[in-house]
């Protein structure tokens, strides 16, 4: 049994050559390394949800699923450091105009940052004074500027909105702006550099807050009016199928090794079989499940067919969490069976096995209902 539409088909071999050979070193020095960074800047793969009006690529949610996929399937840390990124990168549709021109002209533009309020901004004359700190802020190492949520604050203390709850906004902060503070010690997604960050009294214009929520983008489109929600669990679970592909895909060989042993038997040939072919169906179905919901929920958006489109997002809701529940199933029910090696901290198996295992720890895949 084989993984159907398997991602390598997205990738050219001497991007997959050139990720590959050189993630031993980035999980070493905690960062991707300039040989991988420089096919993500050729191909712009930073840039995949930024407005064409920007010279971003504007992928179709369906394009960028199927890429993302494809580049966890190749690293997980660059994968995760790109979707991440590029999520950030998404905030284009929702940025003033002339400010998005900007930062967008640059061919190594890269945002990193933090959904959660870690900090206050305070409203001055011209904009605001922002000070705080921020977590988990994936590609911190490589980024041009970064992004993260703060409560709006006067004189008075937190401005309230009209429910009676805290204002929050996101901001845009340029490199030189903020601190990056190392604190990245997990055992896996170590080159994504996810360090966390912060900003010291930093007085901002008003045109670098934003609101991300659909009826405040600027750019009134399908892609900056999908919700963020759906957008952000859909790709972050298409990394755990990626990596669950790569680590299948390691397994056929070490079984094929295995199995020509001496004094292996054929029931233990057999049992390898059995859950090898086990794990790859099962991916296999949530896959498909999966990208059926996201291509149907995307498609709803470009017909504007409201009929359906509360079922379809959550649908992709539903289907991301199984995809995520599954990928990392399919990768624990393997590992017993893959020998030392896949213990071993210098193998290739071991660091696809702790990327998987610590993205999957992200709070948005953790629960299914």
Same mark, same amino acid.
């Given at each position: ?19 590959? #050979? ?33 010279? $971003? ?34 905030? $284009? $549709? ?14 190594? %533009?890269?945002?990193? $940052? ?65 601190? %990056? ?16 960050? #912060? ?18 983008? %600027? ?55 059995? %859950? ?94």
């Amino acid at each position: 049994m084989k993984i159907t539409s398997h991602p390598r088909q997205q990738l050219q071999s001497e991007w997959i050559s050139a990720i590959r #050979e050189h993630a031993p070193a980035a999980e070493k020095d905690g960062k991707l390394q300039p040989e991988q960074l420089a096919v993500v800047y050729d191909q712009q793969w930073f840039k995949m949800l930024v407005p064409a009006a920007y010279g $971003g690529l504007e992928l179709s949610l369906p394009d960028e699923l199927r890429l993302i996929e494809a580049i966890a399937w190749a690293d997980g840390s660059m994968g995760w450091a790109i979707t991440l990124c590029t999520g950030a990168g998404w905030f $284009g $549709g929702f940025l003033d105009p002339d400010l998005s021109r900007d930062v967008f002209a640059d061919p190594q %533009v890269c945002l990193a $940052g933090s959904g959660a309020p870690g900090g206050e901004a305070t409203i001055v004359p011209g904009g605001y004074l922002v000070d705080g700190s921020w977590k988990y802020a994936s590609g911190a190492l490589h980024a041009t500027h970064f992004t993260a949520n703060c409560i709006i604050c006067d004189d008075n203390g937190p401005v309230l909105n009209a429910e009676g709850e805290k204002t929050i906004k996101a901001f845009l902060f340029k490199k030189d702006e903020v601190n %990056v503070l190392p604190a990245w010690n997990y055992v896996g997604m170590v080159a994504t550099g996810s360090h966390s960050f #912060e900003v010291k009294n930093v007085q901002v214009p008003a045109n670098r807050a934003f609101i991300i929520d659909a009826n405040f983008a %600027v750019l009134k489109k399908p892609l900056y009016t999908y919700p963020f929600r759906q957008l952000a669990e859909g790709t972050l679970a298409i990394n755990l199928s990626g990596l669950a592909i790569h680590f299948i895909d390691l397994c056929k060989p070490i079984f094929i090794k295995r199995g020509e042993a001496k004094g292996f038997i054929k029931s233990q040939q057999d049992k390898l079989d059995e %859950v090898y072919s086990r794990s790859v169906f099962r991916l296999n179905d949530a896959r498909d499940e999966f990208y059926r919901a996201a291509d149907r929920s995307w498609a709803c958006f470009i017909n504007n067919d409201t009929d359906i489109l509360d079922d379809s997002l959550k649908a992709v809701s539903q289907t991301s969490r199984r995809l995520a529940r599954v990928a990392r199933q399919a990768v624990d029910d393997l590992y017993p069976y893959c020998g030392l090696i896949a213990a071993s901290t210098s193998s290739e198996i071991s660091r696809v096995w702790r990327d998987l295992h610590t993205a999957s720890q992200h709070s948005l895949l953790t629960f299914e209902s």
